[in-house]
């Protein structure tokens, strides 16, 4: 009793001491609806990836510190340079993090495997206020391993194809329907002497991988059998991967191969590009006058079909996990849960950035900050599409390289059928020497 | 022990002293330098993801064997470095002769080029790259604008698989020729005068006097800085990261870069060790040829 | 060279062939120079290019940058600054890599000219070598055993864990360098001390140190600049309140898009202190990146 009465004592001195504003703030602020202060006074540490999400929430951890009385201290990264940061720090079984983002299909199995990533089961499953079961079938999936989970979604991703509304406009187009459709609105829109070019897509060995996944997907095509042998081998990889090169090495900019997402994302903005795609979580990047130079005029479509129908990649990007040797893992689930509760997510939906949960979509306002062709587009991708963008394997990293490769040399116009073939033969021993 | 001597008590004080001074960078030494290198040997004998559930497995030489006989992406990375090295090490020995002669002696603005010359080797790596990186830019960079304005066709630079390499040795050349001037010019200003004096009134022309008297003289001055650049080299991390990647495919991957993505990016901490044991190797293999090479020729300003 | 033909003017007992061959020999002077100075100058241009157009570009916005008609003609903005001393808190990350490089360079000196001296006079040879070995290795064998090893004594995190990586780099440099500047100090100056009843500390503090402050000099400056410069160590020791310039740079590529115009003011802000600092310190810079390679 006399420690409670202690507790409740120093709670309302660091109330009163933080002031009117928290108070408010927890009164009206239905972000920060069910937030504890079980945990005030514990300093969390998290480290996040550059990625629209972070932007976003970064503007929302204040509500969060203010009413649960927590210290939030985060990191950012790039991609790269976040998987390295985790990687060294989990290696030397430090405990640096506490919690942290972190790729599903990119990292997820082997951090759990390794058993870096806390499993959370108990606490996702046990809180049905917070409603685990709220979250997209496809989505807890890939962040569960054998029936455990080892994080919770916070970002999904379909590619889309960004155009250019005005250009199209002129010239009679409607946003191409099929990959044919797509290919010969490249070559029509191209304009190599006004360096202006129908189309850009990342082409960089690795970073390609996912954005072509929804090529290949859409020409019948997959990574790995049902067996897990390599199915590189089939014909319609060697014609995705042709295409690809084929439409990015004539009607793409130069130097794509150096290109990830800054960099083809940079070519859109700048207006250099007809059309552009890539997930759609970068939907503010291209919108935002204050960085792109066409933000009035882009233009929103699904994927288009290929021989196989449109089949482009529906994952979860981006999960938040534990740090298995974290001290403080229940402050650290109290923020996991703040930032995928259905308030904060509806937010974060609304400032452009997707997740997981069902109930959110469902809502008519979840999509309404969004211009009607985005949110039809997001909608219509929501439902359908592959849950991977890359090999399930466990160290991916390497995975995405070999498979990566004939990317390539299918763009700088080399002979994709050798390339693949090797590809072929190199997954295959790395398969067997994957133990996934 | 049995000679309790005169001399050995001598030694004996000697090297108590000796340690007082050097303990503390004995301390730094063995946790900062012999530890990493400990470990990094005894790990190259197994294979670990890094997993705190799993210890590293002990697998023998086979991370070796793996590398050495199998494994096209090593070979290629290894030949690569080589290229990489050589070539911009022999064009900035030459590049840097040339402009060592230039800029010896008295011109007007000397003491201004000889601080311009310190300018690229002293700026930050990372962000002298992403400068570059602007520049070799096919659409929007300095190098595209000024070749079509010249009349030639634009290039890819780092976009392509055939310029990327060659690209990147541009930029080396550019940030440590001035080493290369730097050490050339101290190694000129310390040649003796009295050859230089007798061959002029021999008759001797100023090639011959080139060929066959600053050359031969500047010889181990040359082999020292041919040393120091050709270590650096083989090592160069941060321009290739901050550019390329390694990209594209594996045009720009050179060793380090490999170890890089096989310790960072696979998470094969084996190979990766076992990888750098190999690159040491190289290095130091490559290092003592150099040493053997200027104790042969001998230094004439050192003893 | 000048100095002969200055000379012949003066020779005049055959004025016809002397006057002739003096126009030869000055036309032919007047083309080597010019020459001469022409190719220093294509030095210079190729030498600062590279700094003329990071500077050029951090104040122009990215639609001048990516827009090619107008590469020199451009509204000057300060915007690309604001927004990397506003939005991205670079004073903070200024100080992390001004802390870190001082502190760094000031301890491997504490270490290092003792080592030295130890090394020079007392044979301790087998730790000038290993030290060398830390030049030759590659840089990452060291990430994940440090990491441990700061772990295991609290370090993560903090600045004593970039400093002490970075000392790694500033450390057998500065070794390196002191060898052979104290062992070119004539001995007897010390055992004169000693004789005179002197500790060999004293002489050491005495004597040693004060007659090699010239290279104290050339060798802390190095060695400052090169933990300025330092990408890898600081990438994986730094945490967010002590990250340093080069890693902060590497963040600006990523958070939207390719910011052209901010990547350059962010490399500007991150080459001009040492870019002045080699202005006002040329001399010891110089002494100390030959002295490395001629004395070893």
């Known amino acids: 009793m006399k420690r409670t009465w202690l507790v409740l004592l120093i709670v309302a001195l660091m109330g009163s001491l933080i002031g009117l504003v ?40 204040p ?23 985790l990687q060294v720090g989990l290696t030397s079984g430090n405990t640096q993090a506490d919690a942290f983002m972190f790729r599903p299909l990119q990292e997820g199995r082997l951090f759990a495997d390794n058993g870096w990533l806390g499993d959370i089961t108990s606490f996702a499953t046990g809180d049905l206020e917070w409603n685990w079961a709220d979250f997209q079938a496809a989505a807890a999936n890939t962040v569960t391993f054998d029936e455990a989970v080892f994080g919770v979604p916070v970002v999904t991703e379909r590619e889309m194809l960004y155009y250019r509304k005005d250009i199209f406009e002129e010239n009679g187009l409607q946003p191409p329907a099929t990959l044919e459709e797509l290919q010969a609105i490249a070559a029509q829109l191209t ?7 129908g189309v850009v897509i990342r082409g960089r060995r690795s970073p390609a991988v996912t954005q072509f996944s929804s090529f290949l997907y859409s020409f019948g095509g997959t990574w790995q059998n049902e067996d897990g042998t390599s199915a590189l081998d089939s014909p319609e990889a060697l014609a995705a991967y042709q295409y690809y090169g084929d439409l990015l090495r004539n009607y793409g900019p130069p130097g794509i191969t150096n290109m990830s997402w800054p960099e083809a994302l940079a070519v859109f903005q700048q207006g250099k590009a007809a059309m552009w795609l890539d997930a759609d979580v970068f939907y503010a990047n291209v919108i935002d006058p204050n960085q792109s130079v066409v933000a009035d005029n882009v233009g929103f479509a699904p994927f288009p079909a290929g021989p196989a129908g449109a089949n482009q990649y529906n994952v979860t990007s981006w999960a938040l996990g534990m740090n ?39 809502l008519p306002e979840g999509l309404s900050g969004f211009p009607e062709d985005y949110a039809a587009v997001v909608q219509l991708q929501s439902q359908r599409g592959v849950g991977f963008d890359r090999p ?29 073939a090797e590809a072929h033969e190199q997954f295959n021993t790395f398969l067997g020497s994957d133990g996934g | 022990m049995l000679r309790l001597g005169q001399r050995s008590l001598q030694t004996r004080n000697r090297f108590s002293i000796g340690l007082l001074f050097t303990l503390p960078s004995i301390v730094f030494v063995l946790l900062m330098i012999v530890y990493p290198i400990f470990y990094t040997f005894t790990l190259s004998f197994h294979e670990w993801s890094g997993s705190a559930r799993r210890d590293p497995e002990y697998v023998g030489t086979s991370n070796y064997d793996t590398l050495l006989n199998n494994d096209p992406r090593f070979e290629d990375a290894v030949m690569r470095t080589f290229e990489f090295t050589f070539k911009a090490v022999a064009i900035e020995l030459i590049l840097g002769l040339a402009i060592a002669l230039l800029i010896n ?102 090639g011959q006097r080139f060929f066959y008297l600053t050359l031969p003289l500047l010889f181990p001055t040359m082999v020292t800085a041919v040393l120091l650049r050709t270590i650096d080299a083989l090592k160069t991390f941060d321009t290739i990261y901050t550019m390329t990647r390694g990209g594209p495919g594996y045009a720009t991957e050179t060793i380090n870069i490999y170890g890089y993505v096989q310790s960072f990016e696979y998470f094969s901490l084996g190979k990766a060790s076992s990888l750098l044991v190999i690159f040491f190797a190289i290095v130091l293999g490559i290092s003592l040829v150099f040493t053997q090479i200027r104790k042969q020729w001998g230094i004439p300003y050192n003893d | ?114 080592a030295a001296y130890g090394i020079a006079r007392f044979r301790f040879g087998w730790l000038g070598i290993v030290l060398l070995t830390a030049r030759i290795i590659p840089g990452i064998t ?76 050339a060798s802390g400056i190095i060695s400052f600049i090169f933990s300025w410069n330092n990408f890898m160590f600081s990438l994986v020791l730094a945490g967010d309140d002590t990250r340093t310039l080069p890693i902060a740079i590497f963040n600006f590529i990523s958070y939207s898009s390719v910011d052209w115009g901010g990547l350059m003011a962010a490399a500007v802000v991150i080459t001009v202190p040492v870019l002045i600092i080699t202005l006002f310190v040329q001399r010891y810079i110089v002494d100390g990146l030959t002295a490395g390679a001629t004395k070893g």
Not at chain 1, 392 to 399: D, P
Not at chain 3, 49 to 77: E, G, H, R, Y
Not at chain 3, 157 to 182: D, R
């Open chain 1, 191 to 197: 304009n190599t002497s006004e360096e202006f070019y």
């Open chain 1, 63 to 85: 509500q969060f510190e203010a009413v649960s009385g927590i210290t939030l201290r985060v990191e950012s990264y790039f991609e790269d340079q976040l998987s390295q940061r």
């Open chain 3, 1 to 114: 060279m000048t100095n002969t033909t200055l000379q012949r003017p003066l020779n005049n007992t055959h004025p016809t062939t002397n006057q002739i061959r003096l126009r030869r020999f000055s036309w032919r002077q007047t083309a080597f120079v010019s020459a001469r100075y022409l190719a220093i100058l294509l030095v210079v241009i190729l030498l600062i290019f590279p700094f003329v157009w990071m500077l050029l570009s951090s104040f122009k916005n990215q639609i001048d940058i990516t827009t090619s008609d107008n590469l020199l003609s451009f509204t000057p903005t300060l915007r690309n600054y604001q927004n990397v001393f506003e939005q991205h808190n670079y004073l903070q990350y200024l100080l992390n890599s001004f802390i870190v490089a001082a502190v760094s360079t000031q301890l491997s000196l504490i270490l290092g000219l003792p």
């Open chain 3, 142 to 217: 060291f990430l994940i055993p440090w990491y441990i090893v700061f772990g295991k004594i609290g370090l993560l995190g903090t600045y004593w864990a970039l400093i002490l990586s970075h000392m790694l780099v500033g450390l057998p440099f500065i070794v390196w360098i002191m060898i052979p500047f104290f062992e070119s100090l004539p001995r007897e100056l010390e055992e004169a001390a000693l004789i005179d009843g002197s500790s060999v500390f004293k002489a050491f503090f005495h004597i040693a140190l004060p007659l090699s402050v010239p290279g104290m000099i």
């Open chain 1, 324 to 362: 298995a040797e974290s001290e403080n893992q229940e402050a650290a689930w109290e923020f996991i849960k703040w930032a995928t509760s259905p308030a904060v997510v509806l937010e974060l939906q609304k400032r452009g950035t997707p997740g997981a949960r069902i109930s959110v979509w469902e």
């Open chain 1, 22 to 61: 928290s108070v408010q703030a927890q009164e009206e602020n239905p972000l920060a609806v069910g937030v504890s202060d079980e945990y005030a006074g514990t300093e969390l540490r998290l480290i996040f990836a550059n990625h629209p999400w972070n932007n976003s929430i970064q503007r929302l951890l």
């Open chain 1, 392 to 420: 399930r394997v466990i160290r991916v990293g390497e995975a995405r390289d070999i498979v990566g490769t004939p990317i390539v040399t299918s763009i700088e116009g080399g002979d994709v059928a050798a390339a693949l």
């Open chain 2, 105 to 206: 002696g008295e011109f007007l603005g000397r003491g201004l080029v000889r601080v311009l010359i310190l300018l690229p080797m002293v700026a930050t790596p990372v962000a002298i790259s992403m400068a570059w990186l602007l520049m070799f830019e096919p659409t929007v960079g300095l190098f595209n604008e000024v070749l079509t304005s010249i009349g030639f066709a634009p290039r890819l630079w780092l976009g392509s698989q055939d310029e990327a390499l060659g690209s990147l040795i541009l930029v080396d050349i550019w940030q440590w020729t001035p080493m290369m001037v730097l050490l050339l010019l101290t190694g000129l200003t310390t040649l003796p005068e009295e050859p230089f004096e007798a061959a002029r009134v021999d008759g001797a022309n100023a």
